[in-house]
């Protein structure tokens, strides 16, 4: 089967806190990331890592976020969400009509960003690209937020959603009741064993729904989907 690897983001940001809070988020959220604090970087990472959607702050040393955007829109549709602390500056790119994608003003709420980033990529993935994920019997609409199995779905709470979205996204990867906390609960400060309650509602549900082997504990480590039906 084929496997879909998670969005890339390139974070382009010059103050390394922020490009260091925006980057936890997106990996606690799946996301891989590529970070560059100046433009002229962000221009070569942009060529050669080739990001889903880049984060692109306005005022940047080296070569400007206007310019940055400027050579990724003559390169492609590749979605750029702007980052700026100026009200005035959405004004220009709007004004100019510079084809970003969306825009988020400093100082920023990083769930929201993150928000922000997937309401972009559900708009301008093509459908088919990204798809659904068809793992262990599962199908899994990450634009939905729904699983299916044969054609049923599954009464999912959103941490359990999460939860189960994650574990799918790498089959066979032991994941940490830390890491799954950070996916499935991203806000909250809920202790590890909370995770523990939403895998074993989410292996109910699925056993419910004729999924039994799917979701692995591995002892002293966490725990794991396996897509046995794929072997
Ligand atoms: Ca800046």
């Known amino acids: 089967m084929t496997h879909h690897p998670s969005p890339l983001v390139l974070v382009v ?10 980057e936890a988020y997106l990996r606690r959220e799946g996301f891989r990331t590529e970070r560059a604090a100046n433009g002229e ?13 880049i984060l ?3 005022m940047l040393p080296k070569v400007d976020g206007f310019e940055v955007l400027r050579q990724v829109r003559g390169a492609g549709n590749t979605p750029v969400i ?6 005035e500056d959405i004004d220009r790119l709007v004004g100019l009509r510079m084809g ?23 708009r301008t993935r093509p459908t088919d690209a990204e798809g659904s994920l068809k793992v262990a019997g599962l199908e899994i609409d990450p634009r939905g937020m729904e699983v299916t199995v044969a054609g049923r779905p599954l009464e999912l709470t959103l941490s359990e959603y999460r939860l189960l979205e994650h574990l799918a996204r790498h089959p066979g990867h032991v994941f940490s009741r830390a890491e799954l906390l950070a996916a499935c609960l991203p806000d909250s400060d809920a202790l590890e064993r909370t995770v523990d309650a939403h895998v074993n509602s989410v292996r109910r549900k699925l056993a419910a729904a004729g999924v039994t082997d799917a979701l692995d504990t591995v002892r002293g480590a966490g725990y794991r989907l396996m897509d046995r039906a794929a072997g």
Do not use: C
């Open 41 to 53: 970087s962000a221009l070569r990472l942009f060529r050669a890592a080739k990001p889903d959607l």
């Open 56 to 58: 692109l702050d306005v």
């Open 13 to 22: 940001e010059d103050e390394p806190n922020l490009s260091e809070v925006l």
């Open 82 to 87: 702007m980052v700026t602390a100026r009200v």
């Open 100 to 122: 970003a994608d969306d825009y988020v003003v400093k100082p920023f709420n990083p769930p929201e960003v993150i928000e922000r980033v997937k309401a972009v990529l559900r």
